[in-house]
């Protein structure tokens, strides 16, 4: 099961992906990952928006769902200029939300890859077996990170 889509890049659509995703986790019967899902996707799709598109509405990002090897993933691209994911994806260091989007997607996602310069990214979900203990040290791993920056 696949479900595409394309969105203006617009901030005020992201509600209307976020409802579409739920609905898709729901037919997948994943309601139990949907938040580590919807989190990962949602901040996908922002990146794709703010820093791909540059909030310019004449663009679009194409969201696709779907199932895959025991799970279900999620793909978003942009038309921007595309970017160096390689420098991104670990914990922001010091007081800096550079690149903070790309680590939370990379924590709660079982595997992330870019594609096409940076303006494609896949996240896939192993929701089949999430095992409670791995999910846990996913949420410290993101407490950690957060309680630092907010310091």
């Known amino acids: 099961m696949t479900e595409s889509f394309v969105i203006q890049a617009d901030i005020a659509n ?4 976020e409802e579409r995703l739920f609905h898709f986790c729901r037919e997948c019967n994943v309601g139990n990952y949907y938040s580590a899902v919807s989190v990962a996707t949602m901040q996908a799709v922002e990146n794709a928006i703010v820093h791909g598109s540059g909030s310019n509405a004449d663009k679009q990002v194409s969201v ?3 199932t895959c090897r025991g799970g279900i993933f999620t793909e978003v ?7 160096d994911f390689a420098q991104f994806g670990s914990l ?4 800096s939300t550079v690149g903070e989007g790309i680590f939370v997607m990379r924590t709660l996602a079982d595997k992330m890859e870019f594609a096409d310069g940076g303006r494609r990214v ?5 929701v089949a077996g999430i095992d409670p203990a791995q999910a846990m ?5 993101l407490n ?6 907010a310091a």
């Open 137 to 141: 040290e996913r949420i410290a791993v």
């Open 77 to 83: 691209q942009d038309e921007g200029a595309g970017f």
């Open 122 to 126: 896949r996240l896939e979900f192993e």
């Open 144 to 149: 950690g990170h957060f309680a630092l920056v």
């Open 64 to 66: 696709t769902f779907g």
């Open 92 to 95: 922001p260091s010091g007081n």
């Open 14 to 17: 992201m509600p209307a992906v």
